[in-house]
């Protein structure tokens, strides 16, 4: 699973808010944090891994990424990363398929991280998951026998474990967020 993540660090700098800022205001240190670490670790693995799945004849490549791929969610970069880290998973799995390798992209929830949960009060918690939530989808993933299917698409977390009968490790079954959910009003 490739999901290093650097990005959300120093939010607040010198006092300024500067996760929404426009682009061309955003300090040059995010872009390195998201593409020049996040992504780069994400294909350094993926380039480690691969040569040993090949043989083997089995394998499965997952990068989380977010709606931010398909839809503006405040930050450009941000937006940047994800739809990056959706294009590697659909190209490896272009390159992999006949190597019975699969690829894809993950979308969580909102995952109750230490960030997150030291910000609660700033998100609406009734719809989180775990951090162990994503390992068991991911779990499910592998034993799908119609994994090759999956291969190359950006798929939502809390719809595969519905599909696979996961629950959450506190029995909670997420709903699934669509692309609705985040388009703006």
């Known amino acids: 699973m490739n999901n290093a993540w650097p990005g959300?660090?120093?939010m607040v700098e010198d006092g300024d808010f500067t996760w929404p800022q426009p682009f061309w205001q955003q300090p040059a240190w995010r872009w390195e944090a998201m593409i020049g670490t996040a992504l780069r670790g994400a294909f350094m693995m993926s380039r480690a891994v691969a040569p040993l799945m090949i043989p083997a004849r089995r394998g499965l490549i997952v990068n989380i990424s977010f709606w931010a791929a398909q839809?503006?969610?405040g930050n450009a970069i941000y937006g940047i990363?994800?739809?990056a880290a959706d294009k590697m998973a659909a190209d490896f799995a272009h390159e992999?398929?006949?190597y019975n390798v699969a690829?894809?992209?993950?979308y969580p929830g909102l995952v109750r991280t230490e960030a997150v949960l030291e910000n609660a009060e700033y998100f609406d918690m009734?719809?989180?998951e775990s951090p162990q939530f994503i390992g068991h989808v991911i779990?499910?993933?592998w034993r799908d026998p119609a994994l090759m299917l999956k291969s190359g698409h950006a798929l939502i977390?809390?719809?595969l474990a519905r599909e696979y009968g996961i629950a959450d490790i506190d029995g909670y079954r997420p709903a699934p967020l669509s692309a609705a959910d985040f388009a703006p009003d």
């Open 96 to 98: 992999l398929r006949s």
């Open 103 to 106: 690829a894809i992209a993950l």
């Open 157 to 159: 977390a809390a719809a």
């Open 81 to 83: 990363a994800k739809a």
């Open 71 to 73: 839809l503006y969610e």
């Open 8 to 10: 959300y660090e120093n």
């Open 126 to 128: 009734s719809n989180s």
């Open 139 to 141: 779990a499910g993933l």
